[in-house]
């Protein structure tokens, strides 16, 4: 029998996730299929129970279901609890099993492949939305001396500081929310854009002053130099997009399917040299 596997989303012909874990496949000689699969945007639930039926063995998540994802689960890793959403789902017989891999992809993609350390660092995560929230957890376990949340608004990235702090009482990172404009005379080494400015080409209104000497400036999106890219190469950082973070997720994924660990980096060249 062969295993079927899928991404879903809305849009999802985009998608690259197929080409990566059809890559995994072949590495891993692994009895599997994987495909894309566009939902409704009112049909989400149904289109779970419908592959259940069919035998999928689990799916990824992409826009905009990730937090649906998550409530139709009927149980959650703590990665998709502290997230809040999933971007993976896997079909046993306990029934649907969420968990958030984006975290962890993001952290593995940073300390191994880039070989950036994140333990006594000053992290900058830029935004609030779902992106952010999938990956505030790993990085907060990655044992950073500061993690500050900045977004255009105030609340959003405040909720997120005081809900971690609820789960993590004990934390020993200091965690802060400001504004952009209040990013004036603070410093980071790695920074992390989790907006979707790069959608529109749109600048985020953050200082210069914000790189610091040798940092990362990575942005979470990927197949275009977005101008937070830009700002950073110009203030002498170092920079990276995405996309490891897109194989590094899906590697997370595909352990949790099949129980196999697979090699990335043969696969993060393959995919940017499409």
């Known amino acids: 029998m062969v295993d079927k596997y899928a991404v879903i989303g809305n849009p999802v012909a985009h998608s690259k996730s197929p080409l ?25 639930a149904a289109t779970i129970q419908d592959l259940i039926t069919k035998g999928y063995k689990g799916v990824n998540v992409t826009v905009p279901f990730k937090f649906e994802a998550f409530k139709v689960a009927k149980g959650s890793t703590v990665r998709a609890l502290e997230a809040g959403a999933a971007n993976t789902l896997i079909f046993n017989a306990d029934g649907v099993i969420a968990d958030n891999t984006d975290g962890v992809g993001l ?13 006594g660092k000053r992290i900058l995560l830029l935004g609030a939305g779902g992106a952010a929230e999938g990956v505030l957890g790993p990085l907060l376990e990655s044992g950073p001396d500061l993690l500050v949340i900045a977004n255009r608004t105030l609340d959003k990235a405040l909720a997120m500081k005081n809900k971690v702090e609820l789960e993590q009482g004990h934390l020993i990172t200091t965690v802060s929310a400001c504004t952009f404009s209040e990013l004036q005379d603070q410093e980071f080494d790695v920074l992390i854009n989790a907006t979707s400015a790069g959608l529109t080409d749109a600048a985020l209104p953050i200082p210069d002053s914000v790189f610091a000497s040798d940092c990362l400036a990575y942005d979470m999106m990927y197949g275009r130099e977005t101008p937070f890219m830009a700002q950073a190469r110009a203030n002498g950082a170092r920079v990276a997009d995405g996309l490891g973070m897109l194989v590094e997720q899906a590697a997370e994924a595909f352990y949790l399917w099949r129980g196999i660990r697979t090699e990335t980096l043969p696969v993060i060249e393959m995919v940017r040299a499409l």
Do not use: C, S, W
């Open 20 to 44: 990566i874990h059809e890559a995994f496949a072949r590495q891993t000689h692994q009895n599997m299929t994987y495909e894309r699969i566009l939902a409704p945007l009112d049909g989400f």
């Open 107 to 119: 952290v593995n993609d940073i300390t191994k492949n880039l070989h950036q350390p994140l333990t």
